[in-house]
């Protein structure tokens, strides 16, 4: 499972944060969005404040500090001063949030969009569970068959991580169509492996899926970005991402990326399983595909 706000990497608060945004309730969001938003603001405030600031009561804050694993308001201004001690800024200051102006100009849109790409992926490995990852390369390792799962931008980090486990010689399959998906899920069992991608944790199809493979006996995965999501309720192994969509980014642009970081990490640490057979596959595969790129002459002709 993820990382507590107790025992995450020094730092990740803010990712914390903004993974369990959608399991607080209305007030506690607005107090969360104020500490998302400028954590070092947040930590100068007094708790009379930030309440005021975000339109709520002391107990609300409160609330909200025992919802993300907090003591007390102390501990969470110690945090909050220690994320912005450590929050590297882009050289841009006009990038800050990943909000796209209007009028924006090409320049600041790439500044911004590598800036926040970036950081979701260096946000995403910080706080990326090891002992989670590891058991995720232990069953995937050892799995008869793997099942991947995933709807739109999450159903193409799907397919790649389905075609690269394939490439090294495991059993994988992705399943795009949902009735697809399900039938197939129904025929797993125990020794199998189901991974479900979803960034928000809530699409149905995929949360569905997931539910019926772990009722046929199969080792369930999910990767999302929000661990107390509805996919995280079906799942043996919880894995997270940390993306923050904003302008023109919703649940499709860092998220993805994100995700295949995460991917990235389980296809390696599973191919890591084999050296001798990783090796002969991929160079078997290569081979095959090796008479398919044009040759020197071919380009110039």
């Known amino acids: ?20 945004l959608p399991a607080l309730s209305p007030a506690e969001q607005r107090v969360a969005r104020l500490v998302i938003a400028d954590p070092a603001a947040a930590a100068r405030q007094t ?26 308001y102390p501990q969470l201004r110690i945090r909050l ?24 100009d090409m320049a600041q849109i790439i500044a911004t969009i590598s800036f926040n790409d970036a950081r979701a992926v260096e946000e995403t490995a910080e706080q990326l569970d090891v002992a989670a990852c590891e058991q995720a390369v232990a069953v995937l390792s050892a799995a008869g068959r793997v099942d991947v799962f995933g709807v739109g931008a999450s159903g193409s ?16 399959f992705y399943w795009p169509d ?12 125990k020794g199998d492996v189901a991974l479900g991608i979803s960034h928000t944790g809530t699409t149905t199809d995929c949360v569905d899926v997931l539910d019926q493979a ?17 996919i995280a309720e079906v799942a043996d192994v919880v894995l997270t991402t940390a993306a923050r969509e904003t302008t023109y980014r919703s649940g499709a642009m860092a998220s993805r990326l994100a995700q295949l970081t995460v991917v990235d990490c389980l296809f390696v640490g599973v191919a890591a399983k084999n050296r001798t057979r990783t090796k002969r596959n991929l160079e078997a595969t290569a081979e095959a595909v090796a008479s398919r790129r044009a040759t020197a002459n071919r380009r110039r002709s």
Do not use: W
Not at 4 to 10: E, L, R
Not at 54 to 72: H, K, N, Q
Not at 178 to 189: R, V
Not at 216 to 228: C, F, S
């Open 1 to 20: 499972m993820s990382k507590t706000a107790n025992d995450a990497a020094p730092g990740g608060l803010i990712v914390h944060v903004s993974g369990l």
């Open 47 to 72: 708790i009379t404040e930030l309440a005021s600031a975000a339109g709520t009561s002391e107990a609300t804050v409160i609330r909200f500090c025992r919802s993300v694993g907090m003591s007390g």
């Open 81 to 104: 001063a220690a994320e912005a001690a450590r929050r590297v800024e882009p050289p841009d200051a006009r990038v800050v949030g990943g909000d796209i102006p209007p009028g924006a």
């Open 157 to 172: 980090v799907a397919a790649d991580f389905q075609q690269k486990l394939h490439r090294i010689g495991r059993t994988a």
């Open 178 to 189: 949902t009735h697809t998906a399900l039938t197939s899920a129904a025929l797993l069992g």
């Open 214 to 230: 772990r009722r046929q006996g199969a080792t369930t995965i999910a990767l999302t970005n929000y661990p107390r999501s509805p």
